[in-house]
């Protein structure tokens, strides 16, 4: 089955830096990658997501690149602010699979932005 | 996006019982998941719910244990059976469009004592 994994576990970074979060999957037949955002105590939150037929997305602060051939897709946050501390996971989905729409999850990263 | 209704928000379960979470959608879905967040931990799929056919469980996950219902397109529900305190989770129910975007419930917070 599709493994992702995420790095780094923990991300510290100072108000008005860049925040980038790194994730590789293993399924060459995953077709779709999300990025979460989970603040304490709240649900997970769709922020961006791409497709496997486009290299980059940006929207606003943040951007997500994927590289299909190297099985890799990061998420880059710009202007960081305190209101972007939370944790943020990544996932992959085979759409064309057995099951479906399933998300395989990323272990998550803890992003503190501090003033 | 999806509105989803989950329930109960939390609760707190003596070991031996059986809690049933409750997922509402706003509108008609064909695939649900419910999914597992050990406490500071990543979402795990415990199964996919169609409606009509019997539930998927992914591997280490068993019906008799974490028993669904899909009784139609809009609602789902999981039991957490014969609970222990390794139970104790969040437990997401999650709907997808047909554009493959996700969508959580708000999680119900299991504490089982």
């Known amino acids: 089955g599709e493994n992702v994994e995420q790095h780094p576990s923990t991300l510290s970074v100072q108000e008005g830096d860049s925040a980038v979060i790194k994730c590789t999957y293993s399924d060459s037949a995953s077709n779709y990658f999300p990025w979460y955002k989970q603040e304490l105590g709240k649900r997970p939150q769709l922020i961006i997501d791409?497709?496997?037929?486009?290299g980059e997305k940006k929207d606003q602060r943040i951007a997500v690149t994927l590289n299909k051939t190297a099985k890799h897709f990061s998420l880059h946050i710009t202007e960081t602010q305190p209101e972007d501390s939370a944790v943020y996971f990544c996932a992959a989905m085979d759409s064309n699979s057995n099951s479906g729409y399933a998300l395989n999850f990323g272990k998550g990263t803890s992003l503190l932005v501090t003033p | 996006s999806a509105v989803i209704s989950q329930k109960p928000s939390r609760d707190i379960c003596q070991r031996g019982t059986s809690l049933t979470i409750q997922c509402q959608v706003d509108s008609q879905v064909t695939m649900m998941f419910w999914y597992r967040q050990q406490p500071g931990q990543s979402l795990t799929l415990i199964a996919t719910?169609?409606?009509?056919?019997?539930?998927?469980?992914e591997s280490g996950f068993v019906i008799d244990k974490f028993p669904i219902s899909r009784p139609n397109l809009t609602f789902s529900t999981l039991t957490v059976s014969n609970m222990s305190p390794e139970d104790s989770s969040i437990y997401l129910c999650s709907v997808v469009r047909t554009n493959t975007e996700a969508f959580f419930g708000q999680g119900t917070r299991l504490t089982v004592v």
């Open positions: 791409i497709r496997s037929n486009v």
């Open positions: 719910a169609n409606q009509g056919s019997e539930a998927t469980y």
